[in-house]
């Protein structure tokens, strides 16, 4: 390993993601600076919110320029250290990026202990970010109760998947919707979820309906538009909305008019907008009951990994065009 | 007293109401039943609530019906009964409607003490539903701290107006929102807010950024749509919205599409419907609350007094074009 192999941002994308926005580079390895650590990365997570990433960095909302190399989830191992934290062999989760390896300020790494089979990336899914994000919507935000009604938009992604388990382990009845039927198939088999209902069919609501007799008395929203108009109409009363997610309404020209909108007066909802980085004080609480779930084998691993950097770009514009399912990720050694 | 005068529901509105939906009736006083009693009222509460009232009746939502006394809260006194818990002469808060007096089963009544100044229309006020509904939004669904910022839309209104001083009182930082530049005068004047913008200026949104340098950090809903849109990119992150009325957007033909619906995720607000209806289990603490601080002088009478029934209807399409000032109450002896 001689070489760092990198994959950076040509252009931004301005509506579709397409392979042309982004390029492959080789670059030397840096030497270390005092305070710096080298990791080499085993896993890179692939997830929707990098879409707004993009989208904040072209208005300078987010630090990332053309040239830089597109930001992301690492998990790998410390190959080498100049601060006395680490050691080589260590397994670090950072923020390494669409690269092979990655020099990294120690401040920004937390270390890990391997996993039993191995493999690593679980940290990238339900012990990481997806995990706690989660976690905050149905335990801290919808506080989600036994025998209540859940439903969750984009079920068969990274955050809805482990959402309608945690839901399910709970002791709620768990709704799913998906794109397509043969995804809907997936996420009722994998998930083991009552329903998982198809938006793409033209008879969506009523299958919503169908799917939700008794109504919804937590909805766990991914997308925003029109899933989420239909979905605020099956709400009960004094219902709990945790909105992870709008991505249907942050990158259309024209704003989404909500129908179902008066819903939330009529309805006595709550509804509540949660992101991960604004809600850090639960951050601990979060991963110590992920990490007893997981161990307990509440979660079922779901994912649709990659192979090779070089692969990423495509890897990410399927997730974004829904072609995933699970967790994705980028498998780079 | 021979006869009561009443104003009946001639049309049911299909978009502005107008005098012509409602009549005046003359009818004999019906003797009492066992458990009835028959209450002289002083005061109706004309309310913005009613306008949804006649559109749910419409529908079957709302059990009124062509013919019927328009329904509306009473405060007035009794002056027959055939229940041993009133005796004539008791001052009673009721479902009396539109008309001159009422035979109320005596389980629909509420005994109440007469006030001070010999005046019973804070009971349809302050100590009444508006109260109630003030305090359900600032003290209960959005949790209002010393030093925050407050915003609240309609507040010439009864709701808001009692609000807007709930939370001068608590020690916020107020501004209100209102329709007209006169009536924004009479708001800052007569509730002592900080500020109150009008949302008919071509300016509306830059006087708002004005008049709330710092965010806002609680809002009380009462108008929906546009008003609603530019108040919610006003908000500060963790802000609270209490939902406490959408009247712009339940009779316009088309949805209204938020701008900044986004804001809900990025800004991680929690956006709460309530009705008074729905949270009865707070009634006794808010009443409690409403009339400490009403005994204490914390609320300033802000009333718009029409004299006679027959001026019932005027009055009412009058507070629903935003004409009225405070509470609007129609005074019948």
Known sequence: MN?????????????VVNVEHFELREVPIPSLAEGEVLVRHQFLSLDPYMRMRLADAQVGRFAMKLGDVMMGRTVGTVTASRDPAFTPGDVVLGWGGW??????????????????DGSLSAYLGVLGRPGITAWL????????????????SSAAGAVGSLAAQMARHIGARVVGI??????????????????????????????????????VDVLFENVGAAVFDESLN???????VAVCGLIAQYHSGEPY?????????DRDLKVTGFRIDSNKDLHEQASKDLRAWFD??????WERVSHGLENAPEAFIAMLQGRGQGKTLVRLH
């Open 3 to 15: 070489a760092n192999l990198q994959v950076c941002i040509r252009q931004f994308p301005h509506d």
């Open 99 to 116: 690269q092979s390896c990655s020099v990294a300020r120690a401040e920004t790494l937390q270390k890990v202990e391997p996993l039993g």
């Open 137 to 152: 919507g149905v335990v801290s935000v919808a506080q989600l109760r036994s025998g209540e009604s859940f439903l969750v």
């Open 178 to 215: 998906a794109g397509g039927a043969a995804k809907c198939e997936s996420v009722v088999e994998q998930l083991g979820v009552h329903a998982c209902v198809d938006y793409k069919a033209p008879d969506f609501k009523e299958r919503l309906a169908d799917a939700t007799p008794g109504g």
């Open 234 to 240: 099956r709400m009960n009363q004094h219902g709990r």
């Open 257 to 265: 008019a909500f129908k179902n909108f008066p819903r939330i007066l």
């Open 296 to 301: 307990a084998g509440v979660f079922k691993s």
